[in-house]
T-cell receptor, first 113, second 113 residues
């Protein structure tokens, strides 16, 4: 049982490039989330999904897109990378809604230059 | 808007010292409260949570937290810290109105051996 896995672990992007951050969970959780973590700012919710085919915006969705075609996968897409997107990105999943324990992946460190 | 404040950004303690990390929130209604911890190089993981009942909650590794409704607080405590408690600690809050989980800015704890 791997839990929540994320790839890549680290990536450097040039301004304007695009990339997809991968997230997979093997716990059959309905809820999945993408957060970004900036120093001293805690975790900010980017997007979340309550099940396959259903996604919704979080607190800071601008510049990102998501899709949820399967229960297991929840990729995060950056279309036009900007320096402001330099951050650590965490994917998480939970069995149920906001009051349930969230299980986090190891994070992806992204640097946009 | 809902918010969570962790007033201590960095804490340095010697082993065996007592720990108290502050967490205050601004939410209406019934709340669900969490402390998550991120050890160096590891995933963010749940330390403890409060939903209802006894306001003094015990978590893993000897940690506990007390929910004081009148003070909108959920402070984390440990009577005697160990070097292995060195980590970043995050308070998080949601409420029964279905609001997303909101994280505080985190507190970095360093325990000196």
């Amino acid at each position: 049982n791997a839990g929540v896995t994320q790839t890549p672990k680290f990536r450097i992007l040039k301004i304007g490039q695009s990339m997809t951050l991968q997230c997979t969970q093997d716990m059959n959780h309905n809820y999945m989330y993408w957060y970004r973590q900036d120093p001293g700012m805690g975790l900010k919710l980017i997007y979340y999904s309550v099940g396959a085919g259903i996604t919704d915006k979080g607190e800071v969705p601008n510049g990102y897109n998501v899709s949820r075609s399967t229960t297991e996968d929840f990729p995060l897409r950056l279309e036009l990378a900007a320096p402001s997107q330099t951050s650590v990105y965490f994917c998480a999943s939970s069995r149920g809604t906001w009051g349930e324990t969230q299980y986090f992946g190891p994070g992806t460190r992204l640097l946009v230059l | 808007a809902q918010s969570v404040s962790q007033h201590n950004h960095h804490v340095i303690l010697s082993e065996a010292a007592s720990l108290e990390l502050g967490c205050n929130y601004s939410y209406g209604g019934t709340v669900n409260l969490f402390w998550y911890v991120q050890y160096p190089g590891q995933h963010l993981q749940l330390l403890l949570k409060y939903f209802s009942g006894d306001p003094l909650v015990k978590g893993i590794k000897g940690f506990e937290a007390e929910f004081i409704k009148s003070k909108f607080s959920f402070n984390l405590r440990k009577p005697s810290v160990q070097w292995s408690d060195t980590a970043e600690y995050f308070c998080a809050v949601t409420n029964n109105a279905g609001n997303m989980l909101t994280f505080g800015g985190g507190t970095r704890l360093m325990v000196k051996p």
